[in-house]
């Protein structure tokens, strides 16, 4: 376990471990990174299915790996761009601060609080058993929500601007989480979740 998190507090309650870092970053750098992520990389919009039908979501995202990783969701799938200056640099601070090495990035840019990710889990098969999921956040502060699958107790946090947060042990198999849409945030915001694709 990474120095840093032996007295931090786990927002979940039972089932898994969700730690709150605060910001990593000062806001000058959280912005300065920001602006060359929103500037350099390849957004594209997700094709998703829902209930049969292919929609294009509103957010953009962009994938990278230390490999052309294939990754699959919502019946999307995703071939993983070299990393970036930047994105490296991001990696290289995220690690030391968890005490963990992850090999790719998925990255969700959101125009406005009018964008956002209903309940879902990081449960791919690529990511293996107990996946070891970093987020950060640069941009907007918007409100994150975990659900806990069976007794529904929820938890919230507002993930400021350069801040990290980070999931691990049971977190997946037992909870959900969302990123709730508001009229309140004009701005917009991007999510680096740092993560581990397995060979299957």
């Known amino acids: 376990m990474a120095e840093s998190?032996?007295?931090?507090?786990?927002?979940?309650?039972?089932?898994?471990?969700?730690?709150?870092y605060g910001p990593i970053l000062s806001p000058e750098e959280a912005t300065h990174f920001f602006v060359r992520l929103m500037n350099s990389l390849h957004w594209k919009q997700d094709e998703v299915t829902?209930?049969?039908?292919?929609?294009?979501?509103?957010?953009?995202?962009?994938?990278?790996?230390?490999?052309?990783?294939?990754?699959?969701?919502?019946n999307s799938t995703k071939i993983a761009?070299?990393?970036?200056?930047?994105?490296?640099e991001l990696r290289e601070l995220v690690q030391k601060k968890t005490g963990t090495v992850f090999n790719s990035c998925l990255l969700n840019l959101y125009h406005s609080g009018e964008e956002g990710m209903s309940w879902h889990s990081?449960?791919?098969?690529?990511?293996?058993?107990?996946?070891?999921?970093?987020?950060?956040?640069?941009?907007?502060e918007r409100k994150f929500s975990l659900?806990?699958?069976?007794?529904?107790?929820?938890?919230?946090?507002?993930?400021?601007?350069?801040?990290?947060?980070l999931m691990k042990g049971s977190t997946q198999e037992n909870w959900l989480h969302s990123l709730p849409k508001t009229k309140k945030v004009k701005e917009p915001r991007i999510n680096l979740t740092f993560?581990?694709?397995?060979?299957?």
Do not use: C
């Not at 979940?12 to 709150?20: D, F, K, P, R």
């Not at 829902?50 to 919502?74: M, V």
């Not at 993560?195 to 299957?200: D, E, M």
């Open 81 to 88: 761009e070299p990393w970036t200056k930047e994105l490296r």
């Open 122 to 140: 990081d449960n791919e098969k690529e990511l293996g058993p107990q996946p070891v999921i970093a987020s950060l956040s640069l941009g907007a």
């Open 5 to 20: 998190q032996k007295d931090m507090l786990n927002l979940l309650s039972e089932g898994g471990i969700a730690i709150y």
């Open 50 to 74: 829902i209930f049969g039908k292919r929609h294009l979501t509103k957010r953009k995202t962009a994938w990278h790996g230390d490999e052309p990783f294939i990754y699959t969701y919502s």
């Open 195 to 200: 993560r581990n694709i397995v060979k299957i």
């Open 147 to 165: 659900k806990h699958r069976e007794n529904k107790t929820t938890v919230s946090i507002q993930l400021e601007h350069g801040s990290l947060l």
